[in-house]
């Protein structure tokens, strides 16, 4: 791997213990019982392969208006539930102490399941970092630049591992090629959950 120390960029591994990564799963299972995950569709109509969800003031939404966030799940018009206590706690540890995150996307893959690389823009605050949980199957994640032409650097997320986009890698293209199914027996019936915090709305 050959990124740069000054990108910001931050990979934690095993940052979650076998015992952090089983509670949250539990909390994260309970939650989506209430918010499910569903595939949206991309502004040009194609079902997306990642199944997802949110939990927070604010979840990430996309059908043919576009990307946006929204106060409410879009199949059930609910508010979406309460993040998890730890994921708060981690984002005032690592991201920021004072201004807590608004909004936690869930991202389910199946084995077919993959992220197409793309750069986090829909947040109005972009000097917040992202900061991504994994849980469950390993990802093959892939991180490039700002510019999407920039080489490209693919490196293994496993269950537990946290990593930060911050500072310019915030800007980063990034994606999943693929999950390593089989790879965890964390999740019944296998795949991968990752939780990425943000800040979307304005800070003030
Ligand atoms: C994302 O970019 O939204 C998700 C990245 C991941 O699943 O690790
Ligand atoms: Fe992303």
């Keep these: 791997m050959s990124l740069s120390t000054t990108s910001g960029f931050r990979l934690l591994p095993g940052r979650l213990s076998r015992e952090q990564q089983q ?3 539990d909390e994260v299972l309970a939650k989506t019982k209430d918010a ?3 595939h ?3 502004p040009g109509g194609k079902p997306m ?6 939990f927070g003031d604010l979840g990430w939404t996309s059908d043919a208006k576009g990307y946006r966030y929204e106060p409410a799940h879009p199949a059930t ?3 979406w539930p309460a993040m998890p206590a730890i994921l708060i706690e981690l984002w005032a540890e690592l991201a920021d102490p004072e201004v807590p995150p608004d909004a936690c996307l869930i991202n389910f893959y199946n084995a077919d399941a993959k992220m197409g690389l793309h750069q986090d823009k829909d947040e109005a605050d972009l ?3 992202v900061l991504s949980v994994s849980l469950g199957d390993t990802a093959l994640f892939r991180l490039g630049g700002p510019r999407r032409g920039d080489p490209t650097a693919s490196m293994k997320l496993t269950s537990g591992d946290v990593c930060l986009l911050a500072g ?3 800007m980063f293209h990034h994606g999943v090629d693929r999950i390593l199914p089989g790879s965890s027996q964390l999740i019944p019936g296998g795949g991968r959950i990752n939780l990425t915090l943000r800040r979307a709305a304005p800070s003030s």
Excluded at 49 to 54: D, E, I, L, Y
Aim: charged residues 10%; aromatic residues 8%.
């Design 23 to 25: 509670a949250l799963l």
């Design 49 to 54: 392969s990642v199944a997802m969800t949110s």
């Design 127 to 129: 000097r917040f970092p």
């Design 36 to 38: 499910p995950f569903v």
């Design 77 to 79: 018009g609910r508010a």
């Design 40 to 42: 949206q569709t991309t």
């Design 168 to 170: 310019a890698s915030r």
